[in-house]
């Protein structure tokens, strides 16, 4: 029967989940040096195959992550990762294990956070019409120093509660991703609450979820 990935944690660390995606039971066992999460997916077209049908699945989905982060430090697959059978779950698996068990390994008991900033004059300009490449550059080197602004800020105001932080830029936002230790939550919260508002600038704070951001090593993201 086909089954659908939810996510690897480190082995011996089974969490019970009632129900997952399309109310399949959500299945567990230790495979290559993990601990692997998974639902037979009876039929997927009609779980799958519509755009409504795949937001419900991914929803219910990130609600499994969600229950296992609560207990343990998940993985996650890609969403959806369907499989044909059970039986080819260890093949699957078998091309990243050792990535897999070096991320687990690495970032032990942590889950991530997220960041986002959005700046109130970014939000109102046109970036669709044509500039210069004076005021282009001007621009850029503005953003850029609204930012670096906002990570020295983030870094030093939770210092003792993150153990790495790593950012993206998008068209219009800036993300920080923050991995923090399992304990040291409730003080990483509180110590952004304490830094206080930043002019200009509207940042808003996400998590915990499964720390995605941190499986590949940093020298290794391309």
Same mark, same amino acid.
């Given at each position: 029967m086909p089954c659908l990935l939810y996510c690897v944690t480190q082995p011996n660390q089974?969490?019970?989940v009632a129900s997952g995606v399309c109310e399949g039971a959500v299945q567990s066992r230790e495979m290559l040096g993990v601990q692997v999460y998974w639902s037979e997916i009876a039929d997927p077209e009609e779980c799958l195959g519509t755009a409504e049908s795949l937001k419900k699945a991914a929803l219910q989905f990130h609600q499994v992550l969600r229950e296992i982060l609560a207990a343990a430090t998940p993985i996650p697959f890609r969403f959806p990762t369907l499989l044909e059978s059970e039986e080819g779950m260890e093949q699957h698996l078998a @091309?990243?294990?050792e990535l897999y068990r070096a991320a687990l390994e690495r970032i032990g008991d942590a889950v991530q956070y997220e960041v986002v900033g959005s700046w109130a004059a970014d939000e109102q300009a046109d970036l669709a019409t044509p500039v210069? #490449?004076?005021e282009y550059l001007k621009r850029r080197s503005q953003a850029t120093e609204r930012i670096a @602004?906002?990570?020295s800020k983030l870094k030093s105001v939770?210092?003792?509660s993150v153990r790495e932080w790593r950012a993206r830029q998008e068209r219009k936002n800036h993300r920080w991703f923050a991995l923090v230790p399992r304990e040291s939550r409730d003080r990483f919260v509180a110590s952004l609450r304490s830094a206080g508002p930043s002019e200009g600038v509207r940042l808003r704070l996400? #998590? *915990?979820? *499964? *720390?995605a951001e941190f499986v590949t090593p940093r020298d290794e993201q391309g």
């Open positions: 089974t969490v019970n @091309a990243e294990q210069s #490449g004076r @602004a906002i990570d939770t210092t003792d996400s #998590g *915990p979820r *499964p *720390p």
